[in-house]
């Protein structure tokens, strides 16, 4: 059983779409978290949920909209994409938000807008 | 926001302990050292935390200096499946919350 999944696993689309990436956890954590690593594979927070309330936002964009409809499930979604977003996004879950908790990664989604 | 600092590449012959440095000298009192690594394609994969004393789990030990200015991250018995991208990575608290900060980290190469 996949502990952290996230679909699609690969994403191409155009420049100004919407689209959208989903992640579900069933290790029963509570909190959730979005990363991004780009084409140097720098990676990088974007944001954090515990109990569905957001509790870290790197400043990202506001194209990029999290939402958590429960503790398990963390989408991602993405407005007006544009080329700099082409990158692996990687979902992440972890018991509690404090670091001595491990997080646990999803398989990554490569978005590749053309 | 304590820095890492790591190797960028390291070689390490297969059935051999890897010993794969860090250096954190303005590391606070009460920040923990971490380290993650991330084979090819795949989501980093947790491995070992510490604070101060030595760490060892299943998978690698963790050695921190008594200035807990350094650290080293042993995988005792490296095998081809080791191979991979290492990260060190030690707290950093951002508006009270905590994160983690990924840096280039180092990308060992197993040899058969």
């Known amino acids: 059983d996949t502990a952290v999944s996230q679909t699609p696993k690969y994403l191409v689309t155009q420049m100004g779409n919407d689209k959208s990436i989903k992640c579900e956890q069933n290790?029963?954590?509570?909190?959730m978290y979005w990363y991004k690593q780009d084409s140097k594979k720098f990676l990088k927070i974007m944001f954090s949920?515990?109990?569905?309330?957001?509790?870290i936002n790197e400043t990202v964009p506001n194209r990029f909209s999290p939402k958590s409809p429960d503790k398990a499930h963390l989408n991602l979604h993405i407005n007006s994409l544009e080329l700099g977003d082409s990158a692996v996004y990687f979902c992440?879950?972890?018991?509690?938000?404090?670091?001595?908790?491990?997080?646990?990664f999803g398989p990554g989604t490569r978005l590749t807008v053309t | 926001d304590a820095k890492t600092t790591q190797p960028t590449s390291m070689d390490c012959a297969e059935g051999r302990a890897a010993n794969l440095p860090c250096n954190h000298s303005?590391?606070?009192?009460?920040?923990?050292v971490y380290w993650y690594r991330q084979i090819h394609s795949q989501g980093p994969q947790y491995i070992i935390h510490?604070?101060?004393n030595n760490e060892t789990n299943e998978m690698a030990s963790l050695i921190i200096t008594e200035d807990r200015k350094s650290s080293t991250l042993i995988l005792p018995h490296a095998t081809l499946r080791d191979t991979a991208v290492y990260y060190c990575?030690?707290?950093?608290?951002?508006?009270?919350?905590?994160?983690?900060?990924f840096g280039t980290g180092t990308r060992l190469t197993i040899i058969p």
């Open positions: 303005t590391i606070s009192g009460n920040e923990y």
């Open positions: 992440a879950s972890s018991q509690g938000a404090r670091l001595s908790s491990e997080q646990y």
């Open positions: 990575i030690v707290r950093v608290v951002s508006f009270g919350n905590e994160k983690l900060t």
């Open positions: 510490g604070l101060k």
């Open positions: 290790l029963g954590h509570d909190t």
């Open positions: 949920y515990n109990n569905k309330e957001l509790i």
